[in-house]
């Protein structure tokens, strides 16, 4: 037999002891998938205190001397107790710090991120040439921004063996910083007389993963078409048109153990296709959670996001009066931009009873508004995957979306589908207008018990597994590789 796959997936974070968002998620199920695969893959993540506190047995590994820039030494400890082996990437000048994985308490980005994530980028790098200990990866999965130098280390390494692969979470965030902070970084001499990583008159860590890599993802179909134009772009349309060859858009999946109502222990109740009338146990338990008005007769609306606008917070905000008015109640559950904060809290405060917002993150909560809302909302100007909807959907909630990214690949309208497809509603426009009217759609479906009964059915038995997207990523690795092993015939030959 030959030997499995070596991949080393190289994330800044990942659930549930590290998350800022939808990466995390993925960093947690994707490598399991993968693993149940045959793959022998391995999960390389900075040692946050969150992951040192889990993990205090975690054993040494290997240890690191950059030896280029002003990156700082590392050591790696291996948590192999872990559902997938963790390295841990120890470095505490960089990461042992309170707050976020990218941001101090007070929301700041921290003013060394260059070098934080240049780090991890660089022994992502090393992986490839030296392996840590007796492992050495076939392949190296970067993620975002923060892993995105990693390729362009190897494009610098003479005796690289492994071929990577770029996966772009969200093209919004690109790791933009100071020309001048290229010296620190110790990156191949020659990046340093051209303009390869330029974009808006800084460096972009995400462009030198997307010019290097071996192979590019991005986590859905839609969006791997949208980012190739100048409204999705932001600036990288051109390269990413280029590099149209290598890139493929994979539907995420979700962990269905984690996200399953019928062994949820967050829930008050729990259920499946065959028992959703317990969805109303949990819609009682959550009004009383929240404070909202008892009223089984109110359909309870649903919304747990980032309040920015990204994810159309201000569209929830300009409507949220209208949804009172038609006998409706709005659960939101998030955090992010003052303005949005302030608008919805205010907007709970005036309608106490009908609108509960609580700030912040809180994941039983996050679970508890999945199974105990009637309709979720996800209103998102762009969405390059989006997870919510596919909770929402296993949780016979049925998500309310605009037409973009993953959302337009996973939400079939009844409008659009036949009876037995239709999982939820879909609008074009994001404006108030447009995201008002597939609500009240939404509503009249919802006092159609049969109707209803149906959508939420579909949706609960659709296959959103990880293991669909983990065979196709295994399909990307292989043309990676094989791409990687014919350049380097190529050059030498030549």
Not at 129 to 158: K, M, V
Not at 384 to 409: F, I
Request: charged content about 20%; aromatic content about 8%.
């Amino acid at each position: 037999m030959s030997e499995p796959l070596r991949v080393l997936f190289v994330t800044p974070e990942i659930a549930p002891w590290v998350k800022a968002g939808g990466l995390g998620d993925v960093a947690q199920a994707l490598p399991a998938a993968l693993a149940r695969d045959g793959v022998d893959v391995r999960v390389l993540v900075p040692a946050y205190p969150a992951l040192k506190a889990v993990f205090p047995q975690a054993a040494p590994a290997a240890a690191f001397a950059p030896a280029a820039g002003e990156l700082a030494d590392a050591q790696l400890r291996l948590a192999d107790e872990a559902p997938v082996p963790l390295y841990l990437l120890a470095c505490d000048a960089y990461y042992d710090r309170p707050g976020g994985p990218y941001q101090s308490p007070e929301n700041q980005d921290w003013a060394d991120n260059h070098l934080r994530f240049g780090l991890l980028a660089r022994i992502a790098s090393l992986a490839a040439t030296r392996g840590f200990g007796a492992w050495q990866p076939d392949l190296i999965h970067c993620n975002d921004w923060q892993s995105g130098l990693a390729p362009a280390y190897l494009a610098g390494e003479s005796g690289a063996h492994a071929a990577s692969v770029m996966t772009v979470h969200n093209l919004a965030y690109q790791g933009l910083f100071e020309r001048a902070q290229l010296n620190a970084l110790g990156l191949p001499s020659e990046l340093h007389a051209t303009e390869a990583l330029a974009l808006w008159d800084r460096i972009s860590f995400l462009k030198a993963g997307l010019l290097y890599a071996d192979g590019l993802t991005t986590v859905s179909p839609t969006y791997a078409r949208e980012i190739q134009t100048p409204d999705l772009g932001f600036g990288l349309e051109g390269l990413l048109r280029e590099r149209n060859d290598v890139l493929t858009g994979i539907l995420n999946g979700i962990d269905t153990d984690t996200w399953n109502p019928a062994h949820d222990p967050f829930l008050a109740e729990r259920y499946d296709a065959s028992r959703l009338e317990a969805k109303k146990a949990n819609a009682r338990a959550l009004r009383d959670e929240l404070g909202l008005a008892a009223r089984d007769d109110a359909p309870l609306i649903g919304m747990v996001a980032r309040l920015v606008e990204q994810k159309g917070a201000d569209l929830v905000a300009a409507i949220a009066p209208a949804l009172v008015h038609d006998g409706a109640q709005l659960a939101v559950l998030g955090q992010g931009e003052s303005r949005f904060e302030q608008a919805l809290s205010a907007l709970a405060t005036a309608q106490r009873g009908a609108i509960a917002v609580r700030l912040g993150f809180d994941e039983g909560l996050a679970h508890r508004i999945e199974a105990g809302a009637d309709l979720f909302l996800m209103p998102s100007r762009f969405e390059p995957c989006g997870l919510n909807q596919l909770y929402s959907m296993r949780y016979g909630t049925p998500p309310v979306v605009r037409r973009t990214g993953g959302l337009a690949d996973s939400v079939r309208d009844p409008d659009e589908a036949p009876a037995g497809e239709a999982t939820g509603f879909v609008f074009d426009a994001p404006e108030p207008a447009a995201l008002l009217g597939a609500i009240r759609r939404a509503l009249a479906a919802w006092r159609d018990p049969e109707t209803w009964r149906r959508l939420q059915t579909n949706g609960m038995r659709a296959d959103f597994s990880w293991d669909a997207s983990a065979r196709a990523y295994l399909e990307v690795y292989r043309r990676a590789i094989a791409a990687r092993d014919a350049a380097r015939a190529t050059a030498r030959a030549g």
